[in-house]
């Protein structure tokens, strides 16, 4: 087996707070599994963890998405055998070269699926899964704005979007982005411009729903985006969190609605996780969404790629590489 290791935290804080540290993997417990990961996601959620926005005790290993073989299964684990290739999605401990994982969230890729594409998409695909079917219920004909629209969620979201009709509305930081992004309006440039541009590709009614993972920079963008009555789905913090926001502000606005959802709300159970993961690779067989793997670090390198992550100069998925 090979040199086992993990990139650790132990004092919340920047990029420079993540640690390589060797370990021995211990033999899975029952209920478990042992993956010889060949890929591991990176997520902006891995940054609120690493600097202490979304707390987690100490020390702790980052990172909640993986891909790769079954070295191991500990007693009473059925649904999976050594040599299958799998994914999981949770819990954390995913920067590693050796993840153990419960059987119970660990999920089978099937054929055509490579463990670098369900690395990439196995939480931001899952997340974009319900984004678009499960959180609100849109029909052909209605309009979305997809902020980041070149990033990880966005760039699985957008064509999913399309794919059931709805007109995507896409905005991305810059016109390199723009340009790399499918849509029917694809946008960049300052927030201060971006109401006006989508009531103007609306005839001024504005977008029914807006999905907004970039977080404290484009809130009020996006409020005034909403047509009345319209919906705000706040998903991601990358430019920092929401600032408090009063309930008058979204009457005044239009008597809009507002939701924060996480996906690991909405796979709970074997059940749901079985319901999201088996869409998320039907769409992906389907070829409706890709895995936009945009660049690939060594694992041993995830300090820089948090740099890269978020200073957003990074375009698509971002694989860490064991």
Known sequence: MRQAYRMIVRTTGGPEAIERELFDPAPPAAGEVLIAQDAVGLNFIDTYHRSGLYPAPLPLTLGVEGAGRVLAVGPGVTNVAVGDKVGSVGPMGAYSTHHIVPANRVIAIPEGVGADEAAAMMLKGMTACILAEDVVTLTPGQVALVHAAAGGVGSALAPWLRDKGVIVIAHSGSAEKAASVTADHSLHGPFSELAEQVRALTSGRGADIVFDGVGKDSWSASIASLKRRGMMV?????????????????????????????????????????????????????????????????????????????????????????
């Open 234 to 322: 706040s998903y991601g913090n990358a430019s920092g969190p929401v600032p408090p926001i009063s309930l008058l502000e979204l009457s005044r606005a239009g008597s809009l609605f507002v939701t924060r959802p996480t996906l690991f709300d909405y796979i709970v159970t074997r059940e749901e996780l079985d319901n999201v993961s088996a869409r998320l690779f039907d769409r992906m067989q389907r070829g409706v969404v890709r895995a936009a793997i945009g660049q690939r670090f060594a694992l041993a390198d995830a300090a820089e790629a948090h740099r890269k992550l978020e200073a957003r100069q990074t375009v698509g998925s971002t694989l860490l590489l064991p």
